[in-house]
């Protein structure tokens, strides 16, 4: 049974530039969420996919846009790049719309210059 | 505001000793609690959850946490640490009101277990 699946692995990009990170949920779930962890930080929270729509959104500005497609994967976009989005970011996936437990993948780790 | 807190950043034991991890949360109505793990070179990993019942949570790997409403406090223990006990701990907490799953984590504590 494949755990929760993201791609890629590493990432460096430059200010300014946009990046999109991948996600493919535990099979069998439909919900997937996004977090960013920064160095020495526990993850934050930045939306929820449900049902190819956004359910919920943390306090992340609209450079972050997500999208989920029918087949519950999901991508993650930043526009605009800053130093400051440097980060791990993670995905989880889970049953029912967020009501069950989360599975977390193993993260991308993001590098902004 | 919401908000989760990790008494202890760092926390340096030897082997068979105990371990309790301190988790305060500020969320005045019902919610789902967490901690979870993340041994090095892994990902995050549920040890164990608590969304209603008793209060005495057992998880895997010997680990148990007891939800204390009246303190707001979810903490974490195991009687005996082993050297693969060395990771990272996050306490995390989910409000049970349609929010449908947005974790708000704590900072993490950083526990190592020496020989």
């Known amino acids: 049974d494949a755990g929760v699946t993201q791609s890629p692995t590493h990432l460096i990009k430059t200010r300014g530039q946009q990046v999109t990170l991948r996600c493919s949920p535990k099979?069998?779930?439909?919900?997937v969420s996004w977090y960013q962890q920064a160095l020495g930080q526990g993850p934050q929270f930045i939306f929820q996919y449900y049902e190819e729509e956004e359910r919920q959104r943390g306090n992340f500005p609209d450079r972050f846009s997500g999208h989920q497609f029918p087949n519950y994967s999901s991508e993650l976009n930043v526009n605009a790049l800053l130093l400051g989005d440097s980060a791990l970011y993670l995905c989880?996936?889970?049953?029912?719309?967020?009501?069950?437990?989360?599975?977390f993948g193993p993260g991308t780790r993001l590098l902004v210059l | 505001a919401q908000s989760v807190s990790q008494h202890n950043h760092h926390v340096i034991l030897s082997e068979a000793a105990s371990l309790e991890l301190g988790c305060n949360y500020s969320?005045?109505?019902?919610?789902?609690l967490f901690w979870y793990v993340q041994y090095p070179g892994q990902h995050l990993q549920l040890l164990l959850k608590?969304?209603?019942?008793?209060?005495l949570v057992k998880g895997i790997k010997g680990f148990e946490a007891e939800f204390i409403k009246s303190k707001f406090s979810f903490n974490l223990r195991k009687p005996s640490v082993q050297w693969s006990d060395t990771a990272e701990y996050f306490c995390?907490?989910?409000?049970?009101?349609?929010?449908?799953?947005?974790?708000?984590f704590g900072a993490g504590t950083q526990v190592v277990v020496t020989p």
């Open positions: 995390a907490v989910s409000p049970d009101d349609h929010s449908w799953g947005k974790l708000q």
């Open positions: 989880a996936s889970s049953l029912n719309g967020g009501e069950e437990t989360q599975y």
């Open positions: 608590y969304f209603s019942g008793d209060p």
């Open positions: 969320y005045g109505g019902t919610v789902n």
């Open positions: 099979s069998g779930h439909d919900t």
